[in-house]
């Protein structure tokens, strides 16, 4: 009996899981998508399909912040995080097989040390929505029976919103949305953690974690500071009414591990931050 194709194709994700190439993996997407459909394997497709997609997604988020443009790498990362927890939630084959856990954690921690902290937060009334996989209705009163994030027939179900009423915009910090960050293109924003971890991965899909702490340091080494800019230390004060003439300040601190997390693990240079964006 002939092989399942898209089992031959699952074997193979597995071998290049870890494959840099995003010349290679748009190929490898390509091949996936010529292959037939049928429904007998199509959630099988599909899963393989996803995955792949979102190693590329990864590799061009970071060529994306090599370059300078951190705010499409950003946006990358929140399509990225959507994509993989559709995986995650649908595990047609076992996610650990494909680093599936992993590069969710990874992305987890880049999106951590973005400096973007204010947001965009609509409020809106849904008025009527249908079902992406049958398009009925879909209200408080009815229920076609599929269910929001699950998968049928390699197509993960979702509402479209037919129409809608926008009430109000709020500005949060723990937004649904990340896209829509304030300003995302001011000059001000410190992009320096992202360009530290960046400079120093071995290769695009190498283990890091970053541990938050604070750090005590002179506050004459910081220079001269007006006192009405933002104090140094992070409470959002101007530094006239916090931390002017303390002798010591104390800064949020980054330290970032690389490899392998156990007792064997090694720490790279430290950084500390002047504040909070």
């Known amino acids: 009996m002939a092989p399942n194709p898209i089992d031959t194709l699952a074997a193979e994700l597995k071998t290049r899981i870890h494959d840099t190439s995003?010349?290679?993996?748009?190929?490898?997407?390509?091949?996936?998508?010529s292959q037939f459909a049928e429904p007998a394997i199509a959630n099988e497709m599909w899963f393989v399909r996803q995955v792949a997609k979102c190693r590329l997604s990864y590799l061009i988020a970071?060529?994306?912040?090599?370059r300078g443009a951190y705010f499409d790498a950003w946006c990358g990362f929140e399509r990225l995080e959507l994509d993989l927890r559709d995986i995650l939630k649908n595990p047609v084959y076992n996610v650990e097989f494909f680093a599936v856990p992993q590069l969710t954690r990874t992305v987890e921690r880049w999106q951590s040390i973005f400096p973007y902290r204010l947001f965009a937060s609509p409020e809106m009334v849904i008025k009527a929505e249908d079902c992406s996989i049958c398009s009925s209705p879909v209200d408080p009163w009815s229920d076609c029976g599929h269910e929001v994030g699950k998968l049928y027939?390699?197509?993960?179900?979702?509402?479209?919103?037919r129409e809608m009423e926008l009430l109000s915009i709020s500005i949060v910090q723990d937004p649904v949305q990340k896209m829509a960050?304030?300003?995302?293109?001011?000059?001000?924003y410190d992009y320096l953690p992202l360009d530290f971890v960046l400079a120093r991965l071995p290769h695009p899909f190498f283990e890091w974690r970053v541990d938050r702490t604070t750090a005590s340091q002179p506050l004459s080494s910081l220079g001269l500071l007006a006192?009405?800019?933002?104090?140094?230390?992070?409470?959002?004060?101007?530094?006239?009414?916090?931390?002017?003439?303390?002798?010591?300040?104390?800064?949020?601190?980054?330290?970032f591990w690389f490899g392998d997390f156990g007792d064997?693990?090694?720490?790279?240079?430290?950084?500390?931050?002047?504040g909070d964006e």
């Open 181 to 188: 960050v304030l300003d995302p293109y001011s000059p001000n």
């Open 62 to 66: 970071l060529d994306e912040m090599r």
């Open 22 to 33: 995003v010349v290679n993996w748009n190929s490898f997407i390509a091949r996936i998508s």
């Open 153 to 161: 027939e390699g197509q993960v179900c979702h509402r479209v919103v």
């Open 227 to 255: 006192d009405d800019e933002p104090c140094p230390c992070g409470s959002r004060e101007v530094h006239g009414a916090c931390c002017k003439g303390k002798q010591m300040i104390v800064l949020p601190h980054l330290e």
């Open 264 to 274: 064997d693990a090694r720490r790279d240079v430290e950084i500390v931050r002047h």
